[in-house]
Each structure stands twice: as C-alpha cells, then as structure tokens.
C-alpha cells in the first residue's frame, strides 16, 4: 500500500493511483470528522462497513442505469474507482427536515417535508461548505446547465431508488448527501455519481424507534457509532446474521499492522 502513488487525503478516505489509466483506488479510513473537522475521532471498523455499502449501493445503482464510479471492490477497506474530475458541488436530498436545515429555517426535526427539496453546497473547506443558489453555479462556471439537469435528475432518481431500498429494511432516508464527477471520453464529458453512499452522509432513522444509525452519532455524542454502521450493514444483507466476522478480521489485520 505505501508503496502506491498516493493522489489525495480526504477526512474519510484516501485516493492513490489506479493500476491503470483513468482509474483511482478508494481507500476507507475509520476517521471520522464533524463540524468542518472542529471534532474528530475515529469509528473502528467504520471504513470496512462503509466501502461495503457504498459498494452495494452503487451496484444496485449502476444496475438501474446511474452511471457511477464504482468499478469493483478490492479488499476490505478499497474499491476501485473511474478517476473523474471531481465538480466542486455537495448535493443535498432531503426528505424529512434535520441538521442544518431545521437549525436555519427553524423546521423541527422530523418534519416530514411536503416535497423533496435538492440543495447545493459550495466544496469549499475554508469557506465551510456553503450553501449556494443555481445562479452561483452558472454564474462561476462550476457546472454547465446541463450538467447540473443531469445532476438534478440523477439525484432525483438515487432519492426513489434509496427510499425504497431502506424502507424495505426498516429505515427512514431522512437525506443525504451525493457528489458528481465528470468523465471525458473523446471531447465529450458526462456526469457520473462518485465519492460514496455511506451512513457518513445519509441520514437514516430507524422506523419503529426513530432510532439514529449514522454519522449524528458521532457528530451529538449520542455513542455506538460503530454498531449504528453495523447494523445498517447488517439489515442490508452485508454482514452474516449474528456475528460481525468481517470486522473482526479486519481489527485482527490492523492489530498485527497489516
Ligand atoms: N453531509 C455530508 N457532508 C457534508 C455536509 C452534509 O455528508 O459536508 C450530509 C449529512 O450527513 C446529512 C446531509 O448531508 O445526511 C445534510 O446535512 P446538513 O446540511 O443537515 O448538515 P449537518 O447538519 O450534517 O452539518
């Protein structure tokens, strides 16, 4: 792994140079940050879970036609990715009003919101990801009309295609964040999803409880983060029924410094 060109380190992943051309390796660290990385910590096992659903997610995307990054998973902890040009916008998709939403139009928490509403962040660090209007997109050129159609309706269709893949188990999407790439092929870019779709950047609720089983976790102190991720693995399919063997082979691999 060191001995891999690595390309780029985010709060939650590492990206290093694909085994060819146009490609990338995600790694999934257990890093987790909040707050615009104020807090950090670190949720064991978190990056093992979450490249698994991430994996699975995409998967079932690409299979109802969203063009993704995702290539295939490698190992425990990277998948092998399309390497695109990552455009500067967060989207949000929100069903249920929470976090900032609820905190800046004073919306409480929970509120079922009468029609999704898709909302776009500047990626921008030192400016705290701020939100922004389709007037600033067009206006600085970070995406073309066209793209951000595209976008839109992608978003829109992740949003069916999630809601229903999570009701079937029992959870709520309350929403989520997604991030767009473009791709050249010849003189021609399109627009694929890319990044991950992870319970880092969902919100997801438990039906029955409301129960909370994602990153506010973290971020509210509530505590077990990591069985929050496992279970959301679990009730996925992902995780044999009653034991968590993948992650204690991956805690046994860290421990022996692998
Ligand atoms: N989100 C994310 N990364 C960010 C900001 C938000 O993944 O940098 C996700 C977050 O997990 C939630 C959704 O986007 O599912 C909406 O987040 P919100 O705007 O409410 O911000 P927060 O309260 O989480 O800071």
Redesign the pocket.
């Given at each position: 792994m060191s001995r891999r060109r690595q390309i780029y380190e985010g709060k939650a992943k590492i990206l290093y140079e694909g085994p060819e051309p146009g490609t990338l390796i995600q790694y999934f660290k257990d890093d987790a940050t909040a707050f615009n990385a104020q807090k950090k910590g670190t949720i064991s096992g978190k990056g093992v879970l979450n490249n698994r659903i991430s994996e699975h997610v995409f998967t079932l995307l690409g299979t109802i036609g969203v063009p993704t990054h995702f290539i295939r998973r490698l190992n425990m902890r990277e998948q092998l990715i399309r390497q695109v040009e990552i455009i500067p916008i967060?989207v949000?998709v929100r069903n249920v009003a929470?976090?900032?939403?609820s905190k800046r139009l004073g919306i409480e928490e929970g509120t079922q919101l009468p029609r999704t509403i898709i909302e776009y962040?500047y990626k921008d660090d030192a400016l705290g990801?701020p939100l922004i209007a389709d007037e600033h997109i067009a206006c600085f050129g970070w995406a073309s009309q066209e793209e951000m159609n595209d976008i839109a309706d992608m978003a829109v269709r992740v949003n069916d295609f999630l809601c229903g893949l999570f009701a079937a188990i029992g959870i709520r999407l309350v929403?989520?964040?997604l991030e767009f790439g473009r791709i050249w092929e010849n003189d021609y870019a399109r627009v694929i999803l890319a990044d991950e779709i992870s319970p880092?950047?969902?919100?997801l609720w438990d039906m029955q409880t409301n129960e909370k089983l994602?990153?506010d976790r973290f971020?509210r102190d509530l505590g077990g983060e990591a069985e929050a991720y496992q279970e959301v693995a679990r009730r996925l399919g992902l995780l044999p029924e009653g034991e968590n063997s993948v992650l204690d082979l991956d805690q046994h691999r860290q421990k022996r410094g692998k």
């Open positions: 967060e949000v929470a976090g900032s939403l962040y990801d929403d989520f964040k880092d950047g969902c919100r994602d990153k971020r």
